[in-house]
């Protein structure tokens, strides 16, 4: 009689992500991990990085990039004007969907995306050719900077 079949890798990351085992920094540049938890948050000067290609950064100046490195432009971009302290900043995702920027150490939020949902639900970004984050069910909510119901892919921006 055959074993019975491994889970799928999206199964063990729900489950982990739902346990709290997963940790809650990144290294400094992701090549293997495509994914960023509510349980972890991206400091700035740190990146997650798919097929060398695409990556999604948080810069030093407070501002979160998503580019492909053949093209000129981002592919997304936050376009925050911060005088405060640099290297100061990170990105979350809060328990309610909302990405967020929080500065210093108080958490002022310089910007917010608008992906919130009304219950708090377990969500997480994923980047490939997209950066795009789900619900636990895989729901899209929210891709390159649109709400998932108005993605038109041209780098739109849902800051303040």
């Known amino acids: 009689m055959a074993p019975p079949p491994s ?4 199964v063990l990351l729900l489950l982990l992500f739902t346990a709290n085992l997963i940790p809650t920094s990144l290294p400094s540049t992701t090549q293997g991990n495509i994914y960023l938890l509510q349980t972890q948050f991206m400091p700035a000067g740190f990146s997650i990085n798919y097929q060398g290609r695409y990556i999604f950064e948080m810069r030093r100046d407070c501002n979160a990039y998503f580019r492909d490195t053949t093209l000129p432009n981002p592919i997304w971009q936050t376009n925050i004007n911060y005088n405060g302290a640099k290297d100061r900043c990170r990105l979350k995702i809060r328990r309610n969907c909302k990405i967020v920027i929080l500065s210093d150490f108080r958490g002022t939020e310089l910007w917010w995306s608008d992906s919130q949902q009304a219950v708090d639900t377990a ?4 980047v490939t050719e997209n950066l795009v984050l789900y619900k636990a069910d895989r729901t899209m909510l929210w891709v390159n900077g649109n709400k998932a119901g108005t ?7 849902s800051r303040l």
Request: hydrophobic letters at 35%.
């Open 7 to 10: 889970p799928s890798p999206n």
């Open 123 to 126: 969500c997480f970004i994923q």
């Open 151 to 157: 993605v038109n892919f041209t780098g739109a921006n």
